[in-house]
């Protein structure tokens, strides 16, 4: 899902003391239960301050209209999915066995959506894109590539158009699902739905990503700080190989979770030392 303007604020002012910014983050949660049940249209401000348990006068310091409030609704959930993606550490999570790595990746979206704000703004996405300012496709096109890039790490060997699309059907059939499983008033049966897109992305995945497939690769350890393959070996910690980064000094220690293995097939291997 996704783009994003931070230029411009749909706040009248910015709240400087805390317990302003709390009343905000209250009119906000407000909104997102009152846009939920009323429906965007219907909806109004009155209602919306008073689920809020704040005076009409109190919302109208910080926001002129309904459509600010979405708006401001809108930039918070930016903010909450690109934290989301910066707390991935993918070098370590490619490592997992593939069903792992979904669960992870799964459960943190699902921990995302469990915010009154991300939820309505995600369903609203899909069901009312006329009243959105500041996202659009282009945050569902960065979903697809940061997906991508997890893949292209996991398996290298793969070609650069494969790894999009795959991780363009990732994201498609997710959001889809994950749409149906916010739109159900259930728990349960979101639960369910929740545990059938982790089913569903591992089974469509584990053709090229699959454990057991990419046993046979030769496996060369990177440094996850910069990247590089110019480690040298310096000395041994607990019955383990360490290394030292030669580019930035970094100390790792082989098969902890703090080393990187990159998994780099035997042909490429050998092409490049041809």
Same mark, same amino acid.
Not at 43 to 63: D, E, V
Not at 138 to 159: C, D, G, V, W, Y
Not at 224 to 251: D, T
């Given at each position: 899902?996704?783009?994003?303007?931070?230029?411009?604020?749909? *706040?009248? @002012?910015?709240?400087?003391?805390?317990?302003?910014?709390?009343?905000?983050?209250?009119?906000?949660?407000?909104?997102?239960?009152?846009?939920?049940?009323?429906? =965007?249209?219907?909806?109004?401000? @009155?209602?919306?301050? &008073?689920?809020?348990?704040?005076?009409?006068?109190?919302? =109208?310091?910080?926001?002129?209209?309904?459509?600010?409030?979405?708006? !401001?609704?809108?930039?918070? @959930?930016?903010?909450?999915?690109? !934290?989301?993606?910066?707390?991935?550490?993918?070098?370590?999570?490619?490592?997992?066995?593939?069903? /792992?790595?979904?669960?992870?990746?799964?459960? &943190?979206?699902?921990?995302?959506?469990?915010?009154?704000?991300?939820?309505?703004?995600?369903?609203?996405?899909?069901?009312?894109?006329?009243?959105?300012?500041?996202?659009?496709?282009?945050?569902?096109?960065?979903?697809?590539?940061?997906?991508?890039?997890?893949?292209?790490?996991?398996?290298?060997? *793969?070609?650069?158009?494969?790894?999009?699309? #795959?991780?363009? +059907?990732? +994201? @498609?059939?997710?959001?889809?699902?994950?749409?149906?499983?916010?739109?159900?008033?259930?728990?349960? =049966?979101?639960?369910?739905? &929740?545990? /059938?897109?982790?089913?569903?992305?591992?089974?469509? #995945?584990?053709? =090229?990503?699959?454990?057991?497939?990419?046993?046979?690769?030769?496996?060369?350890?990177?440094?996850?700080?910069?990247?590089?393959?110019?480690?040298?070996?310096?000395?041994?910690?607990?019955?383990?190989?360490?290394?030292?980064?030669?580019?930035?000094?970094?100390?790792?220690?082989?098969?902890?979770?703090?080393?990187?293995?990159?998994? &780099?097939? *035997?042909?490429?291997?050998?092409?490049?030392?041809?």
């Amino acid at each position: 899902m996704t783009k994003y303007s931070h230029s411009s604020s749909s *706040l009248r @002012h910015q709240p400087k003391q805390q317990r302003g910014k709390e009343r905000v983050e209250k009119i906000l949660d407000a909104a997102a239960a009152v846009f939920d049940q009323m429906g =965007y249209e219907a909806a109004t401000t @009155h209602q919306i301050a &008073t689920k809020a348990g704040t005076a009409i006068g109190s919302l =109208y310091q910080f926001f002129p209209d309904k459509a600010a409030i979405f708006k !401001a609704m809108e930039l918070r @959930h930016v903010e909450r999915v690109k !934290a989301m993606w910066a707390q991935v550490d993918i070098p370590i999570i490619v490592q997992l066995p593939l069903r /792992q790595m979904i669960h992870a990746l799964v459960t &943190t979206v699902a921990k995302l959506f469990e915010q009154p704000v991300s939820r309505v703004v995600f369903v609203q996405f899909f069901l009312a894109r006329e009243i959105f300012q500041s996202i659009d496709e282009s945050m569902t096109q960065e979903a697809i590539n940061f997906m991508a890039n997890m893949l292209k790490q996991r398996n290298p060997t *793969l070609r650069e158009e494969h790894y999009n699309l #795959l991780a363009e +059907v990732c +994201v @498609h059939s997710s959001n889809a699902v994950m749409l149906a499983a916010l739109r159900s008033p259930d728990e349960e =049966y979101r639960k369910q739905l &929740t545990q /059938q897109i982790e089913d569903l992305m591992v089974s469509y #995945l584990e053709p =090229y990503m699959d454990d057991n497939r990419l046993s046979n690769v030769m496996k060369v350890m990177i440094c996850p700080r910069c990247q590089s393959k110019q480690l040298s070996k310096n000395g041994y910690r607990r019955g383990k190989q360490c290394y030292r980064c030669k580019e930035c000094g970094k100390q790792l220690v082989e098969n902890s979770q703090r080393s990187v293995m990159l998994k &780099t097939s *035997l042909a490429d291997q050998k092409r490049s030392l041809s």
